[in-house]
């Protein structure tokens, strides 16, 4: 799995969040691995949730809806510019997917969060702040980066919990897919890069995907970090095309 380097949009978030993570990392860590969760009416910590049932630690690539269909993956949003244009596309041609999102940008757009809940596309933690380095820093801080976006975005969403963990870059570790799969999400790959986030046009990012796409069926998109128009102008190409081509739309295996 590629790693994506260079993204500037992200060093200004890292410095916020890795500032806001290092003070609560003492509490919150450890009672979101215990399982419990925010609420307003209480501090965070004293309001215990159920915990999600350990799913497998396996990196995940397939489909759901079996060999011949795709699972359209959206990545480090969402963003109050690009996720609205890619919700409405997404609702316009019946399509179901997975927003990987990044823990600052849901705590800072919980009503795009809800929205994405309510349209029945599913969760995934993609940290707190994206750091594509992270299977290099100690487990502590792995542990941080997963657990504290796990919380942000289960806040921000009104209590929907991510079924899934991808790493940034695929920066997985051993450590930090047992962990995931331990809350309930499952580590998530994915087969088709369209490189969208490199911005090298709608046609290229077209010609990518429709080449790639006997790799396997997840594919990775974004909808944040950057100007995004070009992804929104290839899924408007790429989602009926797909249909056309006989292809079932599902989320990743579980």
């Not at 916020?16 to 209480?42: C, E, H, I, K, R």
Request: glycine residues 10%.
């Amino acid at each position: 799995m590629a790693r994506h380097g260079g993204r500037g949009w992200y060093g200004r978030v890292v410095a916020a969040a890795v500032g806001v993570t290092a003070v609560a990392a003492a509490a919150s860590v450890w009672t979101a691995q215990a399982g419990q969760s925010g609420g307003s009416a209480a501090p965070e910590a004293a309001r215990p949730a159920p915990k999600a049932a350990p799913v497998s630690a396996a990196i995940a690539h397939a489909s759901d809806r079996g060999e011949h269909a795709v699972n359209i993956t959206i990545d480090d949003g969402p963003d109050p510019v690009w996720t609205p244009q890619v919700l409405k596309l997404l609702k316009d041609n019946g399509v179901k997917a997975t927003f990987c999102m990044v823990g600052t940008q849901a705590q800072a757009h919980p009503d795009l969060v809800r929205q994405v809940v309510a349209a029945g596309h599913r969760l995934c933690d993609h940290t707190v702040s994206h750091d594509t380095a992270m299977d290099t820093k100690p487990e502590s801080y792995q542990a941080r980066q997963i657990v504290d976006a796990e919380r942000q975005i289960t806040k921000a969403s009104g209590g929907v919990r991510p079924m899934y963990y991808r790493a940034p870059g695929g920066a997985f570790t051993p450590y930090s897919r047992k962990l995931a799969a331990s809350h309930g999400m499952r580590p998530l790959g994915w087969n088709v890069d369209s490189k969208d986030f490199e911005r090298p046009g709608s046609d290229a990012i077209i010609a990518t995907v429709k080449g790639e796409l006997t790799n396997g069926p997840t594919i990775l998109f974004h909808d944040a970090g950057g100007d995004r128009s070009q992804t929104v102008v290839a899924l408007r190409t790429l989602l009926p095309w797909l249909k056309q081509q006989g292809y079932a739309f599902g989320f990743p295996v579980r």
